[in-house]
């Protein structure tokens, strides 16, 4: 089975500064990575996910995360946040291949003030 | 169309009465998911279904019974809930049982009283 951990349950940040959201993850077989943005009484949107390939990814509204397969992690970045980007966000991990179920990490709120 | 429809949106029902929550896509996925988000948690997978055939069921109590009548539409009926089931319930669907690719729906806003 596989896990995620989100250290961060909150992260505060002044707006137009860069901020790393961190995920970590734990799996004994190949993982797909994914981040998704959940903004108030909303469903989830997906921002990137790694496949397979090169291991920096680039996703919607400026995000993108590094698969570090070493230090199994999968943070995310953007170098200047907006007071729109402010949300929930969740880190994923599955099994590869097909019939695997995606597992959630507890989620980060991302708090962007002026 | 590349949306997955939820509906309704919000829901409020007494615990003797019977509903049902409507997920629909027309993007031609073949899988289809529920999901359970409490408030300030992730969501928890509760259903799978794979070319209309329930795939997962993770222990889910009986007074949620999914229903997948077609390819592009997923029914979750309500009976006799509890306070403790009010959530906010989440539809997504993908081209094949596997995670590469999930769209998920706006979700239904469900409390019971």
């Known amino acids: 089975a596989q896990s995620v951990t989100q250290l961060d349950s909150q992260v505060p940040v002044f707006e137009e500064a860069p901020v790393e959201l961190r995920c970590n993850y734990s799996s004994s077989v190949s993982v797909y990575l994914f981040w998704y943005v959940q903004y108030p009484n909303q469903g989830l949107q997906l921002l990137l996910k790694?496949?397979?390939?090169?291991?920096l990814v680039k996703g919607i509204n400026g995000f993108e995360a590094e698969f570090n397969k070493s230090q199994t992690s999968f943070h995310l970045r953007k170098p200047s946040v907006h007071i729109s980007d402010t949300a929930e966000y969740f880190c994923?991990?599955?099994?590869?291949?097909?019939?695997?179920?995606?597992?959630f990490g507890t989620g980060t709120r991302l708090q962007v003030t002026l | 169309d590349t949306e997955v429809t939820q509906t309704p949106k919000h829901l409020v029902m007494g615990m003797t009465n019977k509903k049902s929550l409507k997920c629909e896509q027309h993007?031609?996925?073949?899988?289809m998911y529920w999901y359970k988000q409490k408030a300030k948690k992730p969501p928890e997978l509760m259903f799978v279904?794979?070319?209309?055939?329930?795939?997962i069921n993770e222990s889910v109590p009986s007074r949620f019974s999914p229903e997948c009548p077609n390819s592009s539409l997923l029914n979750l009926h309500l009976h006799a809930l509890q306070p403790e089931d009010s959530a906010l319930y989440l539809c997504?669907?993908?081209?094949?049982?596997?995670?590469?690719?999930?769209?998920f729906g706006s979700g239904t806003r469900l409390t019971v009283v």
């Open positions: 993007m031609g996925h073949r899988a």
């Open positions: 279904y794979s070319y209309e055939k329930l795939s």
């Open positions: 790694y496949l397979s390939g090169s291991t």
């Open positions: 994923a991990v599955s099994a590869t291949g097909t019939a695997s179920k995606l597992t």
């Open positions: 997504a669907s993908s081209q094949e049982w596997t995670a590469r690719g999930y769209t």
